[in-house]
């Protein structure tokens, strides 16, 4: 407008267009359909149940301007660990893409045999020595809480 390409009567004109539109409404969310669909999206390959409560380490690469930080994880859903008597639980996302994070993650399985992997991004890479391994398909929390079940055996 300053630079004189769009005249003020146009601006004014668009303003009062939106202005006459028919408000929004939210709809009342029903959280149970994303948890029912990232139950759906689990890929789980392996023995995923922990014996109790399990050590949580999450191997994330640093978020990037288009997702931003997570505000869910794993860890929170699974509750604190008094001990790793259920089991290490490495989660990864988008691992096929770090080589340092497959180097960690690969570091991780050789101490602990027994873990399980669970991969919240692309699933283009698999470390071939956890005991089980998780598919979510994504990092919301329906996803991480659909992975939860399944590591409790439910």
Do not use: C, F
């Amino acid at each position: 407008m300053r630079s004189g390409r769009l005249a003020e009567e146009r601006l004014a004109e668009a303003a009062a267009r939106v202005g006459r539109g028919r408000p929004v409404r939210a709809r009342p969310v029903d959280a149970q359909v994303g948890l029912d669909a990232a139950r759906r999206a689990l890929r789980v390959e392996g023995d995923v149940r922990l014996a109790g409560p399990a050590h949580v380490v999450e191997l994330l690469p640093e978020p990037n301007i288009a997702a931003g930080v997570h505000e869910h994880s794993l860890a929170k859903l699974l509750g604190p660990s008094a001990d790793a008597g259920g089991g290490l639980v490495v989660v990864l996302r988008d691992a096929h893409r770090y080589e340092s994070i497959q180097d960690e993650a690969e570091r991780l399985l050789a101490a602990h045999p027994d873990a399980v992997v669970v991969e919240t991004g692309l699933r283009y890479w698999r470390p071939p020595t956890a005991r089980g391994y998780i598919s979510t398909h994504g990092a919301g929390r329906a996803n991480l809480e659909a992975a939860a079940e399944q590591l409790r055996g439910a």
